[in-house]
């Protein structure tokens, strides 16, 4: 029925679909309106580090476990919009179990508990990713097999709790290249004899690496460069082909890191027949720069160093850098702002600067989300989901 | 109603199988229902106990392995209607 859903409003629309990384809780509540004021599907994809199950003591995203978001979008989302997505698990791709440099099979257990909780508080899209191998870089086959264990689990466990499920599986990170069509064919082949074997459905969306890559505050692969990359077939020839594959068998493509893309390579997403596409990083870097941008306009530029310094010493800009990197101190603050969001410090600067903000007759939150949905919007217009803005 | 269920994993390991199945019979049956799944077993490997002999050509050339040996048994339970009858599920490997 989702998947039904899905593929009848694309047939109409001729749009790609959105899915938005929950960033902040202002970006929840900014999507969770949108979708419903312009009555558009929205995925909803939850990285393992932004919401995780209690059992990994939540994300960074507003603290909250696997269950306290699924709750808080369901009650807002009235109008049933908002599709709860589970975006890159699979084992290692939670903090905790990095840091403890867990063996292969604890790490699947772990991965297989985190889908039990989304399934459980009613998760509809589960990306299904065992690229990530702390340990070595495993092969193809090794890929696949760890998707059909977790696959299958998941499956498992949606029957029992009588949930309906689809599923996204993307077998390789962002690599800022594409894949090749062999590649991609030998991919579909494996996950199709899968299915029919084990009479599981098969995946809605496959990822497709379509040359986009995010690094600092852009987008740096081969997709939007006005130059050919060496060695590798420009992204506008590549991906038709691989659109048709998926085409074939039935499945509809996917590509993540579309964060900073220019409007006109936005705009070629739905040409191209691309069916969906995910956002994350750029809306948190949004919410930062209007957070300081308020501040500093409003004679409370102490208040904006304060939030930049605590971001910066978080670190968490660092896996984000170039390795030939030119960035200032406030654009390392910047990237990770939204990860500090949610600590008690950062709460209670937001508190003070609302407070003082509110003198003026300004609403701190609100002037974030507004400013969030025009972020988000720009993906609406270009992805065709939307013609009235 | 036994509120645990058992499932060893076996791939042409008939007597080691069958000494694990005696054992766990006899000193924890009353508490444990016992399932064998044969993941890719040859037909002449096959345990005296075994409840599943998954067979597919791909399980017959590359067994499977424990994630995947175990999902099977318990999709086996869950299509049997006796899921929800258990509490826990424990998981031995043999191969």
Redesign the interface.
Known sequence: MIHQSLQSFLQKRHCTLLGVGPMSVNCVDATIELANEHEVPILMIASRRQIDSEEFGGGYVNNWSTQEFARYVTDKDKKGKILLARDHGGPWQSIKEKDEKLGL?RA?ESA?SSYRADIAAGFQVLHIDPSVDIHGQPDIDEVL??V???Y??CW?QA??LRQEIIFEVGTEEQSGSTNSQEELGYTLNAIK?FCV??KIPQPTFLVVQCGTRVMEMRNVGSFDSPIRVADEIPAKIQLPKMIEICNRHGILTKVHNTDYLSDDALQWHPRLGIHAANVAPEFGVAESKALVNILETNGLRHIADRFLEIAYDSNKWDKWMLDNTTATDRDRSLIAGHYVFSTPVCKELKIEAARELAKKGLDLEMHLKEQLKQSILRYFRNFRLTRTV | MKRIATIILNRNLPEVTVQLYAHLSKFDGDLTDIYIVEAGSDAHKLSKYATWHAN?P?IMQDGL????GM??G??QI?EGGK??QYDAFFAHERH
């Open positions: 099979r699947m297989k097999d760890r059909f264990d977790l299958d689990f498992m029957q029992q004899e074997q084990n | 597919t791909k392995r424990y994630g995947r999902n099977f318990q999709i869950l899921f929800e």
